[in-house]
Structure formats: structure tokens, C-alpha cells
């Protein structure tokens, strides 16, 4: 069985967050370092958010998604939102919408965890 590609950004997007956290970790201190990290990874998030809305939008519409690929990457909080309630009606739109911020909250776990575990791991053995 093979995987939507729009299931595929998901994975690509959630396995972002990790290895930002652990980017982010190793440059807590070096803040030239910790920029570059942080603006690569909002760039990565922008690019997938981009390419999901349309990989979404083909699989289940057979259309495009037209200028809510562009609001969804720039402004994802109203974006997505607006692009499920456009297309698939207020109902199904919420609820869309409501696992979208579930995927979202499972990222930032994602991020974290490697994060709290390098941040703590570089804190105790320099003690």
C-alpha cells in the first residue's frame, strides 16, 4: 500500500520539527547559529504547508487550491482553516481544521522532546 503524498509532507513536516529540536538544542548558546536554524526551519515549514495544500487539494478535489496555497504557507493559523472551510464546507471544515491543530500540537511535542533531552543531557554533564 502506498502512502498519499499528501500524508507524506505530514511526515516530512512533524519530522522537521524533530530535527529542528535537536538543532536547536546544540545551538542554545550560539545565537548566529540558533538564527540560521530558526529561519531554515520556518522556510522548510512555509515550503511544506505550500505543497500540501496543493497535494491536499488534487487528492481529494481535482483541482487546485489557487491563492489558499499562497495565504495557507504565509499565514497557516487563517489559512488552513479558510482553505478547509472554502472547500469542504463549514462542518467538515472544523473539523479538518481541529485535526490540523492536532497535528500542529504533535509537532511541537516532537520538537521538544529531543530538545528538553540534549538541552538537559549539556546542562548536567557541564555541572
Known sequence: MRMKRSNLILVLFISS???????????LENYTYLEISLVTHILIIILL???WVDAHAKE???????????I???IPPIGIPTYFI???GIYSGMIKS???L???????????IPYIFIHYQLYTSIS
Open 17 to 27: 520539527f524533530f530535527l529542528a529540536g535537536i538543532a536547536e538544542a546544540y545551538y
Open 49 to 51: 504547508i505550500f505543497i
Open 60 to 70: 481529494n478535489l481535482r483541482s487546485s487550491a489557487g491563492v489558499y496555497r499562497v
Open 72 to 74: 495557507s504557507a504565509i
Open 86 to 88: 472554502r472547500f469542504f
Open 98 to 100: 481541529i485535526k490540523a
Open 102 to 112: 492536532g497535528i500542529m500540537f504533535i509537532a511541537g511535542l516532537i520538537y521538544s
